[in-house]
């Protein structure tokens, strides 16, 4: 069965640090990961990664996928309240898309 | 707004009650997933749907639990005789595959929050 585990489960910092998310994963036919961020209601797409080694940026938000290691990691740097939320890293099921989840770390920014 | 949309955003019923949910998918996506999340936990896979056929059903989807799309457009999420443990957040999602799939993320709506007393 495909797995994805993500640490820390929480994680608390004050404005303006830099936090690191780990996520490993064990899925069969693996093809990519993905990154949400989930505030109140839907998770909203951040980071979809398919080649090791290449990072993907948005903003103070980055990504980078290492596929020996079987894991990615989800960096902000420079933290602002609204960075407050879950964030999930899911990995698809090659051929019908279904996505495993991981448990999510939940990021709380104290200004 | 295009994306996708879920009705209703709240629903409290009573145990043993029935209840349905709907999702819209944005338009031009042929594929539709439910997904149930509890607090705590990321969403779990329940079923898929690619146009108006269902492809594949958790485990989880117990048999009080029926989905349906009818065209390929909308689809409906009926839990029967609800229980206490069907709370929780539905989320429905929606892609567009074709091709190279894995590709196309998902998009989901802003869920419904089911609560069962």
């Known amino acids: 069965e495909d797995k994805v585990v993500q640490s820390p489960l929480s994680l608390v910092v004050h404005e303006g640090d830099t936090v690191t998310l780990n996520c490993s994963y064990e899925?069969?036919?693996?093809?990519?990961l993905l990154w949400y961020k989930q505030e109140k209601k839907a998770p909203t797409f951040l980071f979809m990664l398919?080649?090791?080694?290449i990072e993907k940026k948005s903003g103070r938000l980055s990504s980078i996928l290492d596929k020996k290691e079987l894991s990615s990691i989800l960096n902000i740097t420079a933290t602002q309240t609204g960075d407050s939320a879950i964030y999930l890293c899911a990995a698809p099921n090659f051929g019908n898309e279904k996505l495993t989840f991981g448990t999510g770390t939940r990021l709380t920014i104290i200004p | 707004d295009t994306g996708v949309s879920q009705d209703p955003r709240h629903k409290i019923t009573k145990r043993g009650q029935n209840v349905t949910f709907r999702c819209d998918p944005i338009?031009?996506?042929?594929?539709l997933y439910w997904y149930r999340q509890t607090l705590g936990q990321g969403p779990e896979f329940l079923t898929y749907?690619?146009?108006?056929?269902?492809?594949?059903k958790s485990r989880l989807l117990s048999d009080r639990f029926s989905a349906e799309r009818p065209k390929g457009s909308f689809s409906t999420l009926e839990i029967q005789r609800t229980e206490q443990g069907d709370s929780a957040m539905y989320l429905c999602a929606s892609s567009m595959s074709g091709g190279r799939a894995y590709n196309s993320p998902l998009h989901f709506g802003n869920g419904t929050r089911l609560t069962v007393t």
């Open positions: 899925v069969t036919n693996f093809r990519s």
């Open positions: 749907f690619q146009n108006e056929a269902q492809l594949e």
């Open positions: 338009s031009e996506h042929n594929r």
């Open positions: 398919t080649s090791s080694g």
